[in-house]
């Protein structure tokens, strides 16, 4: 839908993207009803500021009597299919839709999409760095979508010549039948089973970054990815690829060899950046790396641009971080990881005797294999919040030959760091790390990130 005029609009959500979205539906001269089970109380001035601009406010619930006053709902990232008054749209034949759908509809510019379960936060923003570098002024280049700012507000802002690169999530694919020019699908992994049930319907809502894609299209994959690689039958223009190892196929790709990484195109091999100038620790950011250079490629960026940004990067806010050095302790915010597989990730970056902070709230992922991890690598882990149960038996006690020595729990993240500053020794690594979602404590994992950089840097 792209005429709003008149429209009566039920948002579902009022976080970052319900927030937007109601400003720019206010805008477009429609009714808007602002919906969240949060109280006044907990949203502050936001309640004041966006009434102001006409938008009513329903809090405390979710009543059914809405969805009696509307023309559409749209749905924040938050908002899971199986909530009962979404259901109820749905029985009704609402149509569903959400923020960055609705800014799909309107885009003026081309798009980059990149979605996955690990690595499109830190590759969607070196493909906007490399983007920024590149495009010559007045065109722009836009990062935002699942990360920063929903650019729904900046829609009359964005002209054809600009460039936009968004990340997004499961979430907001799950109502968007529009995909991006060049879509990318970094691995397909367990996660957010706690909200899509299963390993299918998860998988079918990444699928839809590709499905409406047409033959001008560039479709992205993980040669090394199962998960990602399985959807190759999907693509319906042309498919690019990148992985550690160099490709059997000519094709447009990105590989490591020599120590260097390189793109093959059109029957050359380029050489773009030795690995020892990328500046982001563990293989799977190399992994990023190889991911950000074959999009940037697809979507024309020079090789300048592409060298430049990856020299200089230092990694996305809340990705493994640097926080502080202090008493020969490092400690470092990884609080993005909110899935055991990113928590081995990070684990895996170190080579520091390593005290963990997990925890948070589950999201129905095994832990079985980031345990044994933790049993061969990591000194201490500190376990909180409203997991805490489950992961330390998961955890289990540490057993003779293990790297770990000692398993401490705690319901409180606060009490988790106090225990660590309390634990760690010169030479160790304190990693924020958690595993988990943070929506037992925190509005999100940014939150819970700057907590944790808060809490640090007020250390003695």
Not at 307 to 328: D, Y
Not at 361 to 381: C, F, M, Y
Not at 425 to 441: I, K, R
Request: negative net charge; hydrophobic residues 45%.
């Amino acid at each position: 839908m792209t005429n709003w005029q008149g429209k009566n609009v039920l948002i579902l959500g009022a976080a970052r993207q319900g927030q937007a979205l109601a400003r720019y539906l206010a805008g477009r001269k429609c009714h808007v009803i602002l919906n969240d089970k949060r109280t006044p109380e907990d949203l502050g001035e936001v309640v004041a500021n966006l009434s102001s601009l006409g938008v009513e406010w329903v809090l405390g619930d979710h009543p059914l009597a809405l969805l009696d006053r509307v023309d559409v709902v749209c749905l924040s990232g938050g908002i899971p299919l199986s909530l009962p008054i979404v259901k109820a749209a749905i029985e009704r034949g609402l149509p569903l839709t959400n923020d960055s759908q609705i800014f799909m509809e309107s885009v003026k510019a081309p798009v980059i999409g990149i979605t996955g379960s690990a690595g499109k936060t830190t590759t969607t923003t070196l493909v906007g760095r490399i983007a920024q570098e590149s495009v010559q002024s007045p065109a722009k280049a836009w990062v935002g979508g699942n990360i920063g700012f929903p650019l729904v507000e900046y829609l009359e802002e964005i002209k054809p010549q600009d460039s936009v690169i968004l990340e997004l999530s499961s979430f907001q694919l799950e109502q968007m039948t529009i995909s991006p020019k060049i879509a990318a699908v970094l691995n397909i992994t367990p996660n957010h089973l706690d909200r899509h049930f299963s390993m299918e319907a998860y998988t079918a809502a990444k699928t839809r970054i590709l499905q409406f894609q047409s033959s001008s299209d560039i479709a992205v994959l993980n040669r090394e990815d199962h998960g990602s690689w399985s959807l190759k039958q999907l693509v319906k223009g042309s498919l690019v690829s990148f992985g550690l190892q160099r490709p059997e196929n000519p094709g447009t790709a990105t590989f490591i060899e020599n120590g260097s990484i390189f793109l093959q195109k059109d029957g050359m091999v380029i050489e773009v950046i030795p690995v020892s100038e990328v500046q982001l620790r563990g293989k799977h950011n190399l992994v990023n790396v190889l991911a950000a250079v074959v999009i940037s490629n697809a979507a024309g960026f020079s090789l300048e641009a592409m060298r430049s940004a990856i020299a200089r990067f230092k990694g996305a806010e809340h990705r493994l971080e640097f926080v502080r050095e202090l008493n020969g302790i490092s400690w470092i915010n990884d609080a993005i990881a909110t899935a055991p597989e990113r928590t081995m990730a990070g684990i895996d970056s170190f080579d520091e005797p390593l005290i963990l902070l997990l925890g948070g709230r589950d999201k129905d992922l095994p832990w079985g294999e980031l345990s044994a991890r933790i049993h061969h690598r990591v000194k201490q882990v500190i376990i909180f919040g409203e997991a805490t149960a489950k992961i330390a038996e998961a955890i289990g006690k540490p057993l003779p030959g293990d790297v770990l020595q000692k398993v401490f729990t705690t319901p409180l993240m606060s009490d988790a760091l106090a225990e660590a500053a309390k634990q760690a020794e010169p030479g160790d690594v304190v990693l924020l790390s958690p595993g988990c979602t943070s929506y037992d404590a925190f509005r999100d994992f940014e939150e819970k990130g700057n907590y944790f950089k808060k809490w640090v840097n007020e250390l003695a």
